[in-house]
């Protein structure tokens, strides 16, 4: 079993985590949402090519999955059907012997790294799904666009999130800031100014999925209230994209604390995302808010670059377990 030629090995792919600007659980209900890479954090995947072994047993005991930061190795084979990572090894296999191409690959490992906080909202499990498929893809010689990856990584996020708006294979497979509605083909788009982004980690990990069902059974309960808050949730997404496009960033501010009160009437903030809000308005954050599914996770804040450091500080003394400064261009 030969490695296609002219592939150079080991064969390389990063995808960088993300963050969601506006909209986040209203997106679920179709309204539109905004998201952005944050490239300062990234998930990798390398394919090695292994020994050539001889598998009768098949394809997928020829491969191997090492997800080092979870201290796991095992074969795909024995891998259940809820593993996103071996869906996403599987889903990319798939599409390859779909193209008609019959030479098997030769044994494999799939290693992966990240360095993306794990269940806090910033798409860990999307951007190592993107960095394995865009990595294995290419190394079959199979190269899949931006939206066809972002359509495999939807695949595995449904086994993490149960009914993901597809907001996080969105914008980690293209890489780029996105104007998403459910079920629309998205809008990727550059901001019309750059603008700089603190974002504070909270260190409590809380899986979305929980959160999700947790709002899906309070609008089942009370649809006239939680219909009106996705809606107002809807609004300042459209006004926030119009100040983004039109190089006004500088006036986000107020728009990101409207969506954080929203959020909090939905019931997806807490104590410590609040205190870490309140805090970077304290230190001269512009407006601050949750991002991601809430109830832990990560919050952001919009500052004047000259003062990200100093509303870092602040928000690392009000509990921050970590924080990253990042330009959304
Ligand atoms: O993956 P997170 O925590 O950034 O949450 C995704 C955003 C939600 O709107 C809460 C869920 C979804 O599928 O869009």
Redesign the pocket.
């Given at each position: 079993m030969a490695v296609p030629a002219g592939v150079p090995s080991p064969w390389q792919a990063s995808a960088s985590g993300?963050?969601?600007l506006f909209?986040?659980?209203?997106?679920?209900y179709g309204q539109p949402?905004l998201?952005v890479p944050v490239a300062q954090v990234q998930a990798t995947a390398t394919i090695t090519p292994q020994a050539a072994a001889s598998t009768p047993e098949g394809l997928e005991t020829a491969i191997w999955i090492e997800a080092s930061d979870l201290q796991r190795r095992y074969r795909l084979s024995d891998a259940g059907p809820n593993d996103p990572l071996a869906a996403a090894v599987r889903l990319t296999l798939a599409k390859y012997k779909s193209s008609g191409r019959t030479a098997p690959p030769a044994s494999l490992a799939v290693r992966v790294s990240s360095t993306i906080p794990i269940?806090?909202?910033?798409?860990s499990?999307?951007a190592v799904c993107t960095a394995t498929i865009r990595a294995l893809s290419s190394f079959l010689g199979l190269p899949l666009a931006d939206a066809e990856i972002s359509a495999l990584v939807y695949e595995t996020?449904k086994l993490l999130?149960g009914?993901?708006?597809?907001?996080?294979n969105t914008v980690i497979a293209f890489g780029r800031p996105v104007y998403f509605v459910?079920g629309q083909a998205p809008l990727p788009f550059q901001a019309g100014a750059p603008f700089t982004l603190v974002i504070g980690d909270t260190g409590i990990s809380k899986p979305?999925r929980l959160?999700?069902g947790d709002?899906r059974e309070a609008y089942q309960r009370d649809p006239a209230l939680y219909s009106a808050l996705f809606d107002a949730i809807g609004q300042v997404v459209r006004r926030a994209y119009a100040l983004i496009e039109s190089g006004k960033p500088e006036e986000l501010g107020p728009l990101m604390n409207e969506n954080h009160v929203l959020l909090q009437e939905i019931g997806?903030s807490c104590k410590e995302l609040d205190t870490l809000v309140t805090s970077a308005l304290q230190a001269g954050a512009l407006g601050a808010k949750l991002?991601?599914?809430?109830r832990g996770?990560n919050m952001i804040a919009l500052v004047l670059p000259s003062q990200a450091a100093h509303v870092a500080a602040a928000l690392q003394a009000s509990g921050a377990k970590r924080t990253i400064v990042t330009e959304v261009k």
């Open positions: 993300k963050v969601i909209g986040e659980h209203a997106v679920v949402a998201a269940s806090s909202g910033m798409g499990g999307a996020e999130h009914t993901p708006s597809g907001i996080d459910r979305t959160v999700v709002v997806v991002s991601g599914g809430g996770g």
